[in-house]
C-alpha cells in the first residue's frame, strides 16, 4: 500500500509503499478516504528538536482520518464491513489509574498513531475496535477533522459556557473550531485574536463576535473594553506562544477559567502571584479528547446541525500533491487541509 512516511532523519517526508497492516482479534483494518494535516505533522516533517526525540524512524506520519471499515477482527462486534467511521487516534492501556478512572486520556502508556507507531496517511491503517467511531450520517470531509475538533470541543466544554463571554486566543483551525463550538454551546459574547488577517476573518466566518489584531491592537484593553472592564469569563489558550499566554492570563475576569491547549515551544516564564494566584482563576490544561465523552459530545452537535465546521475546511489536495498542501500551509493561507486518499 502507498504511505506518506518519515523514512530518514531529516527534513521532509516521502511516498513509499508498504505492507497492509495486519488486523487481530479485536481490531479493525480501516480503508482511508481523507486525512487531514496537523500541526504536528508538520513538525515532523520539519524534524524539530521534538521530532528528532520523539519519532521512530521509519514510520508512517498521520493520525487525523476517516475511512471505511475493510475487515474486522473475530472478535469485533458493533461494527460492520463498509461502515464510514474515523477514530480516536490515542490508543491506551485501558489498565493504569488514569484509564480505570476516567481519565484515559491522560493515559500514561499512551500511544499516538504517527507519532509513536504508524498512522493515517496511507491506504490502509489497523485500529482497536475500541478506538473506531461510526460517523452516523455526519459528511465525510468532517469525520477528517473530528480528532482537531475534539481538542477543540475538550477546551470548550470543560468550561461553563452558557451565557459567559469567551475569548479564544489563537484562530488555527482548532482555534476557529473553538469559536464555532462556544457559539453553540450558547456564550454570549466570542471574541478572537490572531496577528494573521486571514485567520482572524476564518474565525468570524465561525462567529466571532469580535476579533482582535494581536499585531496591532492592545489585546487585554480590547477585551476589558468589550467587557464592561471585567474581562473575559473563560479564555482558551490555542496557540502557546509566550505573548499569546501572558494575554490569556492577562484578558481572564478575576476568578475566571484559562484552558491551556496550546504547547509553548520552551518554558514561560509566569508571575504566579499576580496573573494567577491574587486573580483566583482557574486553569486547566487540555490534551486529547476526553475519551469518549467528547467524541458523543461532537455527534450530537454535528448530528443536531449545531456546529458546522467545514468553514475552517479552506484546501483539499490528493495525497500525491503533499509539496502543494505543505506550501499552503507555510504561507499562512490554509486554514485546515485534507488529504485524499481514496
Known amino acids: ?55 521512530p524512524v521509519p514510520m ?10 475493510e475487515a474486522m477482527g473475530g472478535e469485533v462486534r458493533g461494527l460492520r464491513v463498509g461502515q464510514r467511521v474515523s477514530g480516536e487516534g490515542h490508543i491506551v492501556c485501558g489498565h493504569c489509574l488514569q484509564c480505570r478512572t476516567g481519565n484515559s486520556h491522560i493515559c500514561r502508556r499512551t500511544q499516538i498513531i504517527g507519532v509513536d507507531r504508524d498512522g493515517a496517511f496511507a491506504d490502509y491503517i489497523a485500529m482497536p475496535a475500541t478506538n473506531v467511531l461510526p460517523l452516523n450520517g455526519i459528511p465525510t470531509e468532517v469525520g477528517a477533522v473530528m480528532d482537531p475538533m475534539g481538542n477543540a470541543f475538550h477546551a470548550v466544554l470543560t468550561a461553563e459556557i452558557p451565557g459567559s463571554t469567551v475569548f479564544v486566543v489563537g484562530c488555527g483551525p482548532i482555534g476557529c473550531f473553538a469559536v464555532g463550538i462556544a457559539r453553540a454551546a450558547g456564550a454570549a459574547k466570542v471574541l478572537a485574536s490572531d496577528v494573521n488577517p486571514k485567520r482572524l476573518a476564518l474565525a468570524a466566518r465561525m462567529g466571532a463576535h469580535v476579533t482582535i489584531d494581536a499585531g496591532k491592537d492592545d489585546v487585554v484593553r480590547t477585551v476589558q473594553a468589550e467587557t464592561a472592564g471585567e474581562g473575559a469569563d473563560v479564555v482558551c489558550e490555542m496557540s502557546g ?17 484559562v484552558q491551556l491547549l496550546g504547547i509553548p515551544k520552551g518554558q514561560v516564564p509566569i508571575d504566579f502571584a499576580s496573573e494567577i494566584i491574587f486573580k483566583g482563576i482557574t486553569v486547566y490544561g487540555v490534551i486529547g479528547r476526553k475519551m469518549y465523552e467528547t467524541w458523543h459530545q461532537m455527534r450530537r452537535y454535528l448530528t443536531a446541525g449545531l456546529f458546522d465546521p ?16 505543505l506550501t499552503a500551509i507555510r504561507a499562512g493561507d490554509a486554514g485546515k487541509i485534507i488529504l485524499e486518499i481514496a
Request: net charge positive; hydrophobic share 40%; aromatic share 6%.
Open 310 to 325: 467545514r468553514p475552517v475546511i479552506t484546501h483539499q489536495f490528493p495525497l500525491t500533491r503533499i509539496d502543494d498542501a
Open 60 to 69: 508512517t506520519v498521520g493520525h487525523e482520518y476517516v475511512g471505511v471499515v
Open 241 to 257: 506562544v509566550p505573548s499569546a499566554l501572558h494575554q490569556a492570563l492577562g484578558a481572564v475576569r478575576m476568578g475566571g477559567r
Open 1 to 55: 500500500m502507498r504511505t506518506l512516511a518519515k523514512t530518514r532523519r531529516e527534513p521532509g517526508i516521502w511516498m513509499t509503499d508498504a505492507p497492509e497492516p495486519q488486523v487481530g482479534p479485536n481490531d479493525v483494518l480501516i480503508r482511508i478516504r481523507k486525512t487531514a494535516i496537523c500541526g504536528t505533522d508538520m513538525h515532523i516533517f520539519n524534524w524539530d528538536e521534538w521530532s528528532r526525540k520523539t519519532i
